[in-house]
């Protein structure tokens, strides 16, 4: 990791991975694991969804547990995660349905890696079924399915992960920079910037027929029955708004997030979002796309959101990817691999580390280990994750109010984060929801 302090001396710090950090944070570093089960007592697991991003979670949660079962849609993938030495060991058995797995009374906790549009319901099933839950990021679709979540988790008592792995991992610089903001290090925070890059876009795509394995109607679940075409599945499908968000909400999950974090909104929203510039790759009509064979998602966008106390939050596709707190006393740019500081925020950083007690709470009274780590701690004692479904909801809300005003041709929204509610304005209202097919609606 690099710690960059100094402003204009630009005098860089080098700092020697997590071990240093964690001295800064007021925290030594622990032994991997220590505060776990004993090793005859591994959670058994289940993996939902074995793309590239679920598999890679199962690689992390399988030092912890035993894979004894793995559902996804496309057989190819559930024999590459069967096969796998970190995860099936060639014993797991595969399911094209989740639902038949979740079935089963040997499955103690899932991990869900499927694309977004899936999220919500297979994590209202999974739960209903007495199983804990880790769910990669964007949590959900619509804002509608991040208050059923809410209420599903509070019903069931089950622990639900979400994979913001950045509240956990990436030598623990943005907890670094949320607990040096709450330390007063740099004064109240006016305004925050999460630069988080564009989307793409491609060319007209033709039908195709679905490859052999593949559930093509099962994949689309509740979306509308299409043709298939290859830029629609697997990991193109975040740059359709049918089954994801684009930037705002692939990294936005993650920029978005950390913003609302440090600024303490974890329970909270912005009152208003206002479109400064933004670019679609298609035109729409009343908020949805007119064209059909290609991506659809914002290609560039700057967006501002305002809360109640005056900070704004700005999102934007231009600078460089990472998140800036912009205080009285100083200033924080962070980033997966650097933090940079100036101002207050560098006084005593050594001599005057952030208080334990501070950390924490930030971890909600867990230890500065690894996300998946702190997933299956929580599972064990019943505590709160790192990465919640109330917090992840507020920040995925501001992203989803984000799409809302671009797609309704740039519009400014007034939200209302009690009620949780668009005032004014009937027809963006009715995009906190959407139509889903019958049989894949995601329902408490």
């Not at 679920?54 to 690689?59: I, T, Y």
């Not at 559902?71 to 590459?80: C, G, P, T």
């Not at 880790?134 to 804002?143: A, G, M, S």
């Not at 560098?346 to 702190?374: F, I, Q, S, T």
Request: glycine letters at 10%; aromatic letters at 8%; a neutral charge.
């Amino acid at each position: 990791m690099l710690v960059r302090t100094g402003g204009d001396r630009r005098e860089f710090l080098k700092v020697a991975a997590s071990g240093a950090t964690l001295a800064v944070l007021g925290e030594a570093p622990r032994a991997a694991g220590a505060a776990f089960r004993a090793k005859n007592d591994r959670p058994r697991l289940a993996l939902i969804g074995a793309g590239g991003q679920g598999s890679g979670d199962a690689r992390g949660a399988s030092r912890f547990g035993d894979f004894v079962a793995i559902a996804d849609v496309d057989r190819s993938h559930a024999e590459r995660a069967r096969d796998d030495d970190h995860i099936g060991k060639k014993k797991a058995e595969i399911y094209g349905d989740y639902r038949k797995l979740l079935e089963r009374d040997d499955v103690d906790a899932v991990i869900i890696g499927t694309p977004d549009h899936w999220h919500t319901k297979i994590c209202i099933d999974a739960m209903k079924a007495g199983k804990d839950v880790y769910c990669e990021k964007p949590l959900t679709l619509t804002i509608d399915e991040g208050k059923i979540l809410r209420d599903v988790v509070a019903d069931t008592k089950k622990i639900l992960q979400v994979g913001t792995q950045q509240r956990s991992d990436h030598n623990k610089v943005f907890l670094m920079a949320v607990a040096l903001i709450r330390a007063g290090r740099i004064g109240k925070v006016r305004k925050v910037t999460a630069a988080i890059g564009g989307g793409p876009s491609c060319e007209p795509q033709a039908p195709e027929t679905p490859p052999p394995g593949l559930d093509w109607d099962f994949w689309l679940g509740q979306a509308p029955k299409v043709d298939y075409t290859p830029k629609r599945c697997h990991a193109e499908f975040r740059w359709w708004y049918e089954y994801s968000g684009g930037k705002l909400t692939d990294w936005g999950a993650h920029h978005v997030d950390v913003a609302h974090w440090g600024l303490d909104k974890e329970d909270d929203g912005p009152t208003s979002i206002e479109i400064e510039r933004a670019e679609l790759p298609v035109a729409y009509k009343d908020g949805w796309p007119a064209v059909a064979d290609r991506y659809n998602t914002a290609l560039t966008f700057q967006i501002k959101a305002t809360f109640a106390d005056g900070a704004t939050l700005i999102i934007r596709d231009d600078t460089e990817n990472g998140v800036t707190f912009e205080g009285e006393h100083g200033r924080i740019f962070v980033t997966r691999d650097r933090i940079d500081l100036s101002g207050g925020a560098v006084a005593g950083l050594y001599r005057d580390p952030v208080p334990e007690a501070l950390l924490r709470e930030l971890r909600h009274g867990k230890p500065l280990d690894g996300h998946m780590e702190n997933f299956i701690a929580c599972c064990a004692d019943r505590g709160k994750p790192a990465s919640d479904v109330w917090s992840h909801h507020r920040a995925l809300t501001t992203c989803h109010l984000s799409n809302i005003a671009i797609r309704l041709g740039n519009r400014k929204l007034t939200w209302d984060p009690k009620k949780e509610r668009i005032i004014g304005d009937d027809q963006a209202d009715g995009f906190l929801s959407r139509p889903q097919r019958a049989g894949f609606e995601a329902r408490a």
